[in-house]
């Protein structure tokens, strides 16, 4: 059907108006991936729309989505075009296979002042170097939900990195995002800031704690869950498209009593343990000094190694 051809959103199903829309979005059916496995009589009842109407809202929603296959050849032509972006320190550089590595999700969890953000900011300094100095000539988003983005540690691990402070500032697009809304809408219409500054690294700090305070109590934890999930499966989507690397830190709770369960679990528990490539665990050690544990991964051994937050940013 020739209409069907510009199909984008759920609105531009036949039959599936604005209201309805919104039902089925509310309904968590928000994408027309979703729509396009739908059962018609499920979503006649979610929407309002007839039995009759849903059938076809399917089926135009199976022509407009795509199943991306690939051999695994290309899997693996693919992955040798991936990238590493430096931490700064060698031995965690070692501990997690050369780096933060692109196509992937790299989740940092631990407590207050771990560190999670100041690896952010070398992170995003680090992917601006030339790919000999561990870098990938890249710019970066860096989605700031806790108000705690510092350009002056920018400009100071710049320098020491040897890239022109202001410079390194204007390849780093910050976004202060309020709302767990505002958090997701900045992914949803990221594509053409990806594309225009090159953007090759992806900051999420933290990525759990708006939704943390808008979805308080128990009842409110599959929705949480519901929505984290499709924020998280956006990032896999963007890291795998345009080949960029995700960095995500996750705070976990100081007062065990607020929680339910093992108070050293991250925020988000199952799903994000599925989601993330490689997870790290972040605990304070004497002084300047923390510890890494490498505690989830495909390809490596867990593991531990120290690292240290100076001024200059973190070394080994
Ligand atoms: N300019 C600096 N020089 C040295 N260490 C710093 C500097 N700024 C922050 N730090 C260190 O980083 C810690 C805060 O880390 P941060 O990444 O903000 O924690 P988190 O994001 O895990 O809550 C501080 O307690 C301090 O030890
Ligand atoms: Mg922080």
Redesign the pocket.
């Known amino acids: 059907m020739a209409k069907e051809k510009g199909v984008r959103e759920l609105e531009d199903l036949p039959g599936i108006g604005p209201t309805s829309a919104e039902k089925l979005r509310a309904a968590g059916i928000d994408t027309l991936d979703k729509v396009a496995v739908s059962f018609p009589a499920n979503l006649s009842e979610i929407s309002g729309i007839s039995a009759e109407k849903a059938k076809e809202a399917i089926t135009a929603a199976q022509e407009a989505t795509t199943v991306n296959y690939e051999t695994a050849g290309a899997i693996l032509k693919k992955r040798s075009d991936l990238g590493m972006i430096s931490t700064g320190s060698k031995d965690l550089d070692e501990l997690i296979g050369g780096g933060i590595e692109t196509d992937a999700i790299t989740e940092v969890y631990?407590r207050?002042?771990?560190?999670?953000?100041?690896i952010g900011f070398q992170l995003a300094v680090n992917v601006q170097l030339p790919r000999k100095d561990g870098g990938l000539e890249g710019g970066v988003l860096f989605v700031d939900t806790e108000g705690?983005f510092r350009p002056e540690?920018i400009e100071s691990m710049a320098k020491k990195a040897g890239l022109n402070p202001e410079k390194a500032l204007e390849n780093i697009v910050v976004v202060r995002a309020m709302s767990t809304e505002q958090q997701m809408l900045t992914l949803e219409r990221s594509d053409k800031l990806i594309q225009e500054k090159n953007i090759k690294l992806i900051i999420i700090d933290s990525l759990t704690s708006l939704f943390r305070s808008e979805f308080l109590g128990r009842g409110a934890l599959n929705e949480r869950q519901q929505k984290l999930n499709s924020h998280i499966h956006r990032l896999a989507m963007l890291a795998n498209k345009y080949n960029l690397a995700v960095y995500v830190?996750n705070q976990v709770m100081d007062n065990p009593g607020l929680m339910f369960g093992d108070p050293t679990t991250p925020i988000g528990g199952n799903i994000l343990a599925h989601a993330a490539t490689t997870m790290l665990y972040l605990r304070k050690s004497k002084e300047?000094k923390r510890i890494v544990r490498l505690v989830d991964s495909p390809l490596k051994q867990e593991g531990e190694c120290i690292i240290k937050?100076?001024?200059d940013g973190i070394k080994d």
Do not use: M
């Open positions: 631990g207050f002042a771990s560190g999670k953000s100041q705690t540690r830190t300047e937050i100076t001024p």
